[in-house]
T-cell receptor
């Protein structure tokens, strides 16, 4: 099993540019999560999907952030326009079931730097 | 408002000794707790969990203790090994939140095992 795959690993962009982060969940997992990690706030849940449908996006900080899951094997998180305060590590995670015994499997993250 | 608090950003322990990582929570609705471990440039990985109906759960060198009255849990690692050097995240979920979507993470504690 390849695990959750995220790309790119690193992204450096200028303020105002569009940024797209990509995620391939573990095959067969029906839940997909996007998290953001910063020093100030730790790990925050941004949005999660069940069977490709967004369930809760209350963690998305602003309208500049959007996420899609066009099929079971691919999701994107887009920031448009990006700002320096968006600099963080963004993690994608997937899980098999929405229950206590199905832990999250995280990807290795995308480190985003907005200058 | 941090509902899950890890007040020690870092902890240094000698190899072979016991490592104790602490976590406090404020939400009395939390009823399931997890610990995740994170190496640099990797995503967090699930380590151990405990339900509120228990006060201890053990898995090899790792034991999690839960004190509901104090709203406190701790992770004990004994004996500590060099490979245990990582950032440890405490996480909690509420009953109504069900599974992974209800996870609230602490900011993490960086454990350093000294040879």
């Amino acid at each position: 099993d390849a695990g959750v795959i995220q790309s790119p690993r690193h992204e450096v962009t200028e303020m105002g540019q569009e940024v797209t982060l990509r995620c391939k969940p573990i095959s067969g997992h029906d839940y997909l999560f996007w998290y953001r990690q910063t020093m100030m706030r730790g790990l925050e849940l941004l949005i999660y999907f069940n069977n490709n449908v967004p369930i809760d996006d209350s963690g998305m900080p602003e309208d500049r952030f959007s996420a899609k899951m066009p099929n079971a094997s691919f999701s994107t998180l887009k920031i448009q326009p990006s700002e320096p305060r968006d600099s963080a590590v963004y993690f994608c995670a997937s899980s098999l079931h929405r229950d206590r015994n199905s832990p999250l499997h995280f990807g290795n993250g995308t480190r985003l730097t907005v200058t | 408002d941090q509902q899950v608090k890890q007040n020690s950003p870092s902890l240094s322990v000698q190899e072979g000794r016991i490592s104790i990582l602490n976590c406090d929570y404020t939400n009395s609705m939390f009823d399931y707790f997890l610990w995740y471990k994170k190496y640099p440039a990797e995503g967090p990985t699930f380590l151990i969990s405990i339900s509120s109906i228990k006060d201890k759960n053990e898995d090899g060198r790792f034991t999690v203790f839960l004190n509901k009255s104090a709203k406190h849990l701790s992770l004990h690692i004994v004996p500590s090994q060099p490979g245990d050097s990582a950032v440890y995240f405490c996480a909690a979920s509420v009953r109504s939140g069900g599974g992974a979507d209800g996870l609230t993470f602490g900011k993490g504690t960086h454990l350093i095992i000294q040879p």
